[in-house]
């Protein structure tokens, strides 16, 4: 079993998104971690979500330690990830897998993917210790090469992880109440306070804000400092883990409660942007939620199709029943529609990198990857807990046992929407974006003619033209109005978003290979849109091709359009 040979839309994207050179580069990595993802990671995942790390605060003579200890099966889990196919170090460096530049971003998550639909509480430390390189890279490079250098290792004996402490017991959501204090002492800073959700606890790089005295109040008087695991003479710097937290998913990773006592710190680039310079950090973490939560996706419609297929109710497989086929269509579907958005994002967060680093003045791609990236993580990490408590049900009583995979990813499921920024708050950082930058038209600009290729969808058209007038609308409403309204209407974008990129797939696969299978899934998504209650008797004839791929005929895919 291969879980990148049974994902019909993973390839095709890839061969759309990615230059010919990349393209070929990743194409055995695709094979060897699909391979490793539905068997030993697979495996391994099982075994340490049922031994989750164990706190040692306290060595036999009494001495304070705060040791984290791990089951053998999550280390080989952070072997495979961090070392073998360095998802944490790809972006950072070059010659990660032979690449003569940095990794492209699209490759990272497309990666990610396949390594997620197996361990999803991996990707938390993955995603820190990439998100902390590249805040140093960007706002504090030279003082911190050598910290760069550890966190984009693949060396089992130099490479190191992050972390970013940013919830405290009084201020999760609300950042400017953060009480951790930072004292000047010339040479170095210490940091006083009490971190209430810090995951990985034991990393060696740990990125966090603390309040710096004179500076201001709220989110002004913040500033970012760097606290390692090691003080500069190899000692173990101030920082005390007070208990792990029990967990309702994500078991194989600890998160706990610390305790900073007068912990040695340096500060990282210019302290009065302590929070702006987070914010990078958040983002990119937030974009690596989408891209699990669309893991999880895919993972739980392959269980749920493997079983319809097997599973015989009244004489026919499962998968045959009419009522079973209308129950997969939409799942299939968004677990496809989610998996073209990431890319997408990422994509252009590959552009927009690119334009920093030639300074060229453009923002464009910036501008997109800004409103996409907490779009994407509000629509699909709630559509994840929905798809995946569907999938346990197809399963039936089985679902609901431990023995199988589909508790661990509906538990898993829950989390991508409270890390990161709950829902809500994502939500209002969309509503920023409309109030500052107009996203609402740079998104209908970008992906609102409803034609591309010559691939014509009217009715899409008119969805953006819509939506461009209901944001405009929204925005001359008042403050407490725009804010009840801003959920319902990111959902919206998210998934007009998504049909786009369906059809400019979709025109990009009929050209090239003539195959009219995702033009088929592009259709259907929009006509779904449109009419929820609608039965699309065409594509639930022909899900088998849309759930595990195969050829449909271009005109069978365009009878579809005219429904």
Request: with cysteine.
């Amino acid at each position: 079993m291969n879980f990148a040979d049974q994902d019909p839309a993973l390839r095709p994207l890839l061969d759309r998104v990615l230059s010919p050179q990349d393209r070929t580069r990743v194409e055995p990595l695709l094979t060897e971690l699909g391979a490793l993802a539905a068997g030993e990671i697979d495996r391994q995942a099982a075994v340490a979500d049922a031994h989750p790390p164990r706190l040692r605060s306290y060595a036999p003579d009494g001495e304070r330690v705060d040791e984290i200890e791990y089951h053998p099966a999550h280390d080989r889990l952070a072997a495979l990830a961090y070392e073998h196919f360095g998802l944490a170090a790809m972006s950072h460096r070059p010659g990660v897998h032979g690449w003569p530049t940095r990794t492209p971003h699209t490759v990272k998550y497309a990666l990610s993917y396949l390594y997620v639909q197996s361990e999803f509480g991996m990707a938390c430390p993955l995603s820190m210790t990439d998100s902390a390189a590249r805040v140093l890279r960007l706002f504090d490079p030279e003082r911190y090469a050598a910290e760069i250098a550890a966190l984009a290792s693949t060396d089992p004996r130099t490479r190191a992880t992050g972390a970013m402490f940013m919830t405290e017991r009084q201020g999760g959501t609300d950042v400017g109440l953060t009480a951790t204090v930072a004292t000047d002492h010339g040479t170095h800073w210490t940091l006083s306070g009490r971190k209430w959700f810090a995951s990985n606890p034991g990393a060696d790089v740990i990125l966090t804000l603390a309040r710096v005295p004179g500076q201001g109040e709220g989110t002004r008087g913040l500033g970012m400092f760097l606290v390692p695991r090691l003080r500069p003479d190899g000692s173990r710097n101030a920082i005390r883990v007070d208990r792990l937290k029990d967990k309702l998913g994500s078991r194989s990773i600890p998160s706990g409660e610390v305790t900073l006592d007068e912990a040695y710190a340096t500060p990282v680039g210019e302290l009065t942007r302590g929070f702006r310079q987070m914010a990078e950090m958040l983002n990119v973490s937030r974009l690596s939620n989408a891209m699990r939560a669309t893991a999880l996706m895919r993972r739980a419609v392959r269980e749920a199709v493997a079983h319809t297929r097997q599973r015989h109710v009244f004489g026919k497989p499962l998968f045959e029943q009419p009522l079973m086929r209308a129950t997969l269509l939409p799942l299939v579907l968004d677990a496809e529609a989610a998996l073209g958005l990431v890319l997408e994002a990422a994509a252009l967060l590959d552009a927009a990198d690119a334009a920093d680093a030639a300074d060229a003045g453009d923002t464009a791609a910036g501008d997109l990857v800004r409103v996409l990236t907490p779009l994407a993580k509000h629509t699909l990490c709630k559509r994840a807990r929905s798809v995946t408590g569907e999938t346990m049900e197809i399963r039936g009583g089985n679902g609901y046992i431990e023995d199988w995979v589909d508790p661990r990813l509906l538990r898993d499921a829950h989390l991508g929407s409270i890390w990161e920024g709950s829902s809500n708050v994502i939500a209002l950082d969309v509503l920023r974006c409309l109030r500052r930058g107009g996203a609402h038209h740079t998104l209908a600009d970008t992906y609102g003619s409803g034609s591309y290729d010559g691939q014509d969808d009217s009715r899409l058209s008119r969805r953006w033209a819509d939506l461009r007038a209901r944001g405009d609308r929204l925005l001359e409403l008042d403050e407490d109005a725009q804010q009840m309204r801003i959920g319902r209407y990111a959902d919206d974008l998210t998934r007009a978003v998504m049909a786009s990129l369906f059809l400019r797939q979709a025109a990009f696969e009929a050209d090239r290979t003539g195959n009219g299978r995702t033009l088929l899934a592009a259709h259907t998504y929009r006509l779904l849109l449109d009419e929820p209650d609608a039965v699309p008797r065409i594509a639930l004839d022909h899900l088998a091709e849309l759930a595990e791929g195969g050829t449909v005929p271009m005109s069978v895919a365009k009878e579809a359009a005219d429904v």
